[in-house]
């Protein structure tokens, strides 16, 4: 409950454009900024915040020190981005706009947000500290955005200048999915010197947490216990259900041993994957396949020819249920969903073969000629897929027990490939 | 213990006249530039133990011989001299400059402001040697500020004791300071009546 009075010395430069951080620099910053007066406000009610900017024009203050969070949380709005920022500026008007504080009994206290690069010298830095420790003023240090080791040697150098019996710190961030805010809560910059803050953080890193992974299923037990047991069970039968499909993968495995180097994937894809047990026996599948049947499939995808989709998948399952009865119950279940869509699916396809149809249509279309040579030549490969299909799939049999090892991560990463570039290779 | 005053000590008690510091509001006691926070508490203390320096001494920060001292008092005093120790090799600061009843003064103020005396110091380190004020101007003293701009060309400045002689005047300057309000309602500070058992109020 130390009463201290902090300015927050924000970036605004054109630095903070960049999207490392989501989902800007600039944004993630300002809400770090919302975080830290609210817990500094919060664990002293006699505590003041104030802000400026260090980049823009020139130094700016947007607000005084106050211990109003409104005023602080509207002054973060319209704030233009632009120019570079101005390190020792920043602080010696920080310094300043404290030293003037109302209340003289308040901890003096800087946060800086270091995103752009930082052009003055070490020693520069160095005195400037000096002077803040001199004056018995803490200086707290974000740095992210720009990463540089000259710059965080400088930003390291003037903290330790700073320094007063760890009054002072200084937090890197780096950039990745974790928000800014996020990170900050952890560290001492919120739990302050121990006490004070660390209850506004524990709360603030719970809620943090609860929104994402804390309670179980998103859903509060307290609020409505009948949901979260629902979901909790069926969650658990099944991951049941999972582990009976992965342990009889695994007993396939040892009577056929093309399908034993991916159960052990296949058990984690599986349980990865978590929706439908059909689903991931569908995944399995696709991993058995040797490349060019998986590059066939992808075409024939891109193709968007619907039938021929429907129909690979149907011969998959079949095979694979030709070999355990027990997969079979689910492979029905998914087979008749699929069925339903096929019947839809082959009627297009039909109709899609009926080359007066299709010609027809293509007649309305504005800029199509059907006389054209290359729109023939596309129906007349339209017409000849199903056949090729059905060859290529007795053909998967034959070539499936010859072809060598493959690990699955040459399969993902192939199939990746594959799809990225929209199946033309 | 020796005395090397110019008078013989056996007619009055030297420590007694040193007693202001038991009127000095220890806990707000505060230094910038020291190097060790809150160990400018130490300097004040009873005239006899004005060498001892086992308790620790104000020392401060590396290359930087500057100091300020922020001494409150409970109550107005009026200051007739003061006494610095300073420690030996150069340490010892030798300027002094004292401004009265100014809150939250720091190097820059210090140096800008004027200040109500300025004293040369001299190396002082038995502690005889005491710092006449112009008494009419400290009369009435809330709180103190001392800053020594420089030493004897010492890396650092160290201060083992600081002694005043005077008058406490049992009056208290600032008595609003006292009090702290309530920004915030907090329920828990303020029990109800009815809580603690009830009963009606009645004025007798």
Known sequence: MVLEATMICIDNSEWMRNGDYSPTRFQAQADAVNLICGAKTQSNPENTVGVLTMAGKGVRVLVTPTSDLGKILACMHGLEIGGEMNLAAGIQVAQLALKHRQNKKQQQRIIVFAGGPVKYDKKVLEMIGKKLKKNSVALDVVNFGEEDESKSEKLEALVAAVNNNDSSHIVHVPAGSNALSDVLLSTPIFTGDGEGGSGFAAAAAAAAAGGVSGFDFGVDPNLDPELALALRVSMEEERARQEAAAKKAADDSSKNEKEGESTSQDATMSENVGTSASESENKKDDLMDDENALLQQALAMSMDDPAATVTTRDTDMSEAAADDQDLALALQLSVQEGAKDGSGQADMGKLLADQSFVSSILASLPGVDPNDPSVKDLLASMQNQPEELQLRNLNRRKMRTKHPRRTTNDFILFYSQVTSCGGYI | ?204
Not at chain 2, 96 to 112: H, K, L, T, Y
Request: hydrophobic fraction near 35%.
């Open chain 2, 1 to 204: 213990m020796a005395c090397l005053h110019d008078h013989s000590c056996e007619d009055h008690d030297c420590s007694s006249d040193w007693s202001l510091y038991k009127h000095i509001d220890v806990p707000k006691v505060s230094a910038l530039n020291e190097a060790v926070p809150g160990s400018v508490k130490s300097v004040f203390k009873a005239w006899e133990q004005r060498l001892n320096s086992s308790e620790g001494f104000l020392e401060s920060n590396e290359g930087d011989p500057e100091l300020i001292v922020f001494i409150p008092f409970t109550s107005d005093v009026k200051i007739k001299s003061i006494s610095v120790v300073g420690g030996d090799d150069g340490t010892s600061p030798s300027r002094m400059r004292a401004f009265i009843n100014r809150e939250g003064i720091d190097f820059s103020d210090a140096q800008s402001m004027q200040a109500i005396q300025e004293w040369d110091l001299a190396e002082n380190l038995q502690g005889v040697l005491e710092y006449q004020t112009r008494y009419s101007r400290f009369q009435g003293v809330g709180n103190l500020t001392l800053h020594f701009p420089d030493n004897h060309g010492g890396d650092t400045s160290r201060i083992q004791y600081i002694g005043l002689k005077g008058e406490a005047t049992q009056l208290k300057r600032d008595v609003v300071a006292t009090i702290v309000y309530e920004l915030m309602p907090n329920p828990s500070d303020h029990k109800a009546k009815s809580e603690t058992g009830g009963g009606m109020s009645h004025v007798e």
